[in-house]
């Protein structure tokens, strides 16, 4: 099968090639737009990732151009519109599950780094300044952590926090009973957030979703709590947080996603004017730590990320282990 892969660096390609067996790969370094959508022209499938388009307009484009399949290189598919591909019969196969682990340690990661500030202490050291002033954390053991979906990425963060002590409560729509039987305790999205000291994100975006964290569920915080988002940008209304840090209400924020990560993320515009000033303000404050989508960036991730990859594509060929594929 001819796939036209777009959003690809150097290590997407690497770890394509190495588990490609039989298709025929053509890798475009952008990602895919209405600009570039005429590219896919006599390709059977495209394969995209988080911040490729594909809404009604560009699948549009892609039916017109043949394109039989799209091959989701991620598990989020809130970029996806699922409608017009069944209307149009194009398939859509994500990778449900790549390495929740990845995802979860990254956002320890993230705790750790802005409650004990070793990002400071690394640049402090190295110019000589021994000074412990201004690198006081808290404890995390007995802090009481709400976690914000329990899917696989919430449940292998849950076995984190547990081994790091921390209380925990979580709000789901759909309780997980294992981790109920394991003791973990269930409260409303309002019980979940009321007091908490720290909040991690952990739901897909959806229109529910949309904004959840907001003016409003930021007050329900302890005063000075953490903010952990490695989920999707749009869960948290950006402009909100930026009002929670100034006043303080928002002691900590650590974002591996973005509301507008689209023209920013997986790019090098280090020598660029960045027109975005929201994410200019965030970048100002001490206390605010943000990385470029990368919670999934593992070897074991993108291992998997491949392998699924091309066995959706098989499954699409053979009409077998349909599994994967997004129906609506
Ligand atoms: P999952 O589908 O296993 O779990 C999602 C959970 O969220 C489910 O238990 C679901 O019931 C729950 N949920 C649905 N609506 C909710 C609501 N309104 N409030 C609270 N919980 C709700 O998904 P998984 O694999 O755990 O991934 C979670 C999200 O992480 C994905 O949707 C994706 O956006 C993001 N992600 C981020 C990555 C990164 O590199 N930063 C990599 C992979 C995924």
């Known amino acids: 099968m001819k796939i036209a892969v777009f959003s ?24 895919l737009s209405l600009q570039n959508a005429s590219l896919t022209k006599g390709f059977d499938a495209t394969c995209i990732f988080v911040n490729d388009r594909a809404d009604r307009e560009l699948i ?45 340690e990254h956002a320890m990661a993230m705790i750790l780094t802005l409650n004990r500030k070793t990002h400071k202490a690394y640049n402090r050291i190295r110019e000589g300044n021994f000074s412990l002033e201004k690198l006081m954390g808290f404890n995390l053991h007995g802090c009481k952590v709400a976690l914000i979906g329990t899917g696989k990425i919430g449940k292998a963060f849950y076995k984190i926090l547990k081994g790091f002590g921390c209380k925990i409560i979580a709000f789901d729509p759909f309780p997980d009973a294992e981790l109920e039987s394991e003791g973990l305790q269930y409260g409303t999205l309002e019980e979940a957030l009321c007091d908490a000291e720290i909040v991690s994100m952990h739901c897909p975006l959806t229109d529910a979703t949309h904004h959840m964290i907001n003016s409003i569920t930021l007050k329900l915080f302890k005063k000075g709590a953490m903010l952990i988002n490695t989920s999707r940008g749009g869960l948290v209304s950006t402009a909100d947080v930026i009002e929670a840090l100034k006043s303080g209400q928002l002691g900590y924020l650590g974002l591996d996603v973005y509301e507008q990560e689209g023209k ?3 790019h090098d515009l280090s020598e660029d004017v960045i027109q975005d000033d929201l994410i200019s303000r965030l970048i100002s404050f001490p206390n605010v730590l943000i990385t470029s989508h990368q919670g999934f960036f593992t070897r074991e991730a993108m291992e998997q990320i491949a392998s699924i990859t091309f066995a959706n594509a098989d499954a699409f060929i053979s009409g077998k282990n349909l599994e994967n594929e997004l129906v609506i």
């Open 264 to 266: 920013l993320f997986f």
């Open 8 to 31: 690809t660096c150097h290590y997407d390609q690497e770890f394509l090639e190495r588990f490609n067996t039989r298709h025929d790969l053509v890798f475009f370094e952008p990602a």
């Open 60 to 104: 549009s484009l892609l039916h017109d151009n043949g394109v039989k399949l799209i091959l989701l290189r991620c598990a989020g598919f809130n970029h996806v519109d699922l409608e017009t591909a069944t209307e149009l019969g194009i398939k859509v196969f994500r990778v449900p599950a790549y390495s929740p682990e990845a995802v979860a």
